[in-house]
């Protein structure tokens, strides 16, 4: 059974920082992309970051540019998301997803975790 599930997420301050982890199993890890999305409440499933299956290919959002970090270990099966100078706005459930191939739409992606919130208080 392939399963995504995330951790890390939590209520911090304004210019906190914060790690999410996503596990993956059930999947040969390495040969999938992974990716992080976002949804605030009443928004849409936003693109934040993601990586290629050996790590070397990264794209960002513009708004997690500079600030958030994607990476991945194989030999855990889990992929980070390191979260710094964090914005009220940046608060929303993130979720990763896998897919064989790099993609920033969330159309495209059939495996997905359940969602760990981050909320960030002002």
């Known amino acids: 059974q392939v399963q995504l599930v995330e951790s890390g997420g939590g209520l911090v301050q304004v210019g906190d920082s914060l790690r999410l982890s996503c596990a993956a199993s059930?999947?040969?890890?390495?040969?999938?992309?992974m990716a992080w999305f976002r949804q605030a409440p009443g928004k849409e499933r936003e693109f934040v970051a993601v990586?290629?299956?050996?790590?070397?290919?990264?794209d960002y959002a513009g708004s997690a540019k500079g600030r958030f970090t994607i990476s991945r270990d194989n030999a855990k099966n889990t992929m980070y998301l390191e979260m710094a100078s964090l914005e009220f706005e940046d608060t929303a459930v993130y979720y990763c997803?896998?897919?064989?191939?790099?993609?920033?739409?969330?159309?495209?992606?059939?495996?997905w975790g359940q969602g760990t919130q981050v909320t960030v208080s002002s």
């Open positions: 990586i290629g299956m050996r790590g070397d290919v990264i």
């Open positions: 059930g999947l040969t890890f390495v040969n999938f992309a």
């Open positions: 997803a896998a897919r064989v191939g790099m993609s920033t739409r969330p159309d495209l992606y059939r495996i």
